[in-house]
């Protein structure tokens, strides 16, 4: 059974930094690329952040890139987002999300979500 | 950037009915299109890929069609467990969700 927990949120100052991460378990991890993917309240998803299974390759949605890191362990089947510089409208929460298929360049949406890791970001 | 756009935003509906969604992208995106369910509180659910795919384990009654710019999602026959806000996703150019619609009881 495929499952992603997520970690790491809170409450957080502006200007502020935060590193979360997502245990995966129950797929060849490293055959699949990960995204994070965020929800502010009342809002529709959006997506973040993007890293490739095999080659590493990341990918950022102009609203956090230079102040969005995402990074993965194979080893440790675990995939990461560290966050810094921090604004209100970061505030949501985030999913990582498994891409459905694992061939390289492969056009897929996220078969599978993790519950999800509140981050507020407030004084 | 591809912008999705779906309407309506709120659609009320009773148990049986025939509820249909539609979602129109800025751009051609083929039919690299698909549909989420989302719950209160929970993940989004993938429902279909690539247009018209069902995602293993979703009731038959869900169907989707389209491609280009236009795409719709429908629910041949509304059951209890399917008043939720569905989204729908184009993945032809990283991924760009909908602003949602809700279906609630009428």
């Known amino acids: 059974e495929v499952q992603l927990l997520e970690s790491g949120g809170g409450l957080v100052q502006p200007g502020g930094s935060l590193r979360l991460s997502c245990a995966a378990s129950g797929f060849t991890f490293s055959n699949y690329a990960m995204s994070w993917v965020r929800q502010a309240p009342g809002k529709g998803p959006e997506w973040v952040s993007a890293i490739s299974g095999t080659t590493g390759g990341t990918y950022y949605a102009d609203s956090v890139k230079g102040r969005f890191t995402i990074s993965r362990d194979n080893s440790e089947n675990t995939v990461y987002l560290h966050m810094k510089s921090l604004r209100a409208e970061d505030a949501a929460v985030y999913y990582c999300a498994k891409k459905l298929c694992s061939s390289v360049g492969c056009s897929a949406p996220f078969d599978y979500w993790g519950q999800g890791t509140l981050v507020s970001v407030s004084s | 950037d591809v912008q999705m756009t779906q309407s309506p935003s709120t659609l009320s509906a009773s148990v049986g009915d025939r509820v249909t969604i539609t979602c129109r992208a800025s751009r051609s995106i083929g039919n690299w299109l698909a549909w989420y369910q989302q719950k209160p509180g929970k993940a989004p659910n993938l429902l279909i890929y690539e247009a018209s795919t069902l995602e293993s384990g979703v009731p038959s009654r869900f169907s989707g069609s389209g491609s280009g710019t236009e795409f719709t999602l429908t629910i041949s026959s509304l059951q209890p467990d399917d008043f939720a806000t569905y989204y729908c996703?184009?993945?032809?150019?990283?991924?760009?969700f909908g602003q949602g619609t809700k279906v609630e009881i009428k």
């Open positions: 996703q184009q993945y032809s150019s990283y991924w760009t």
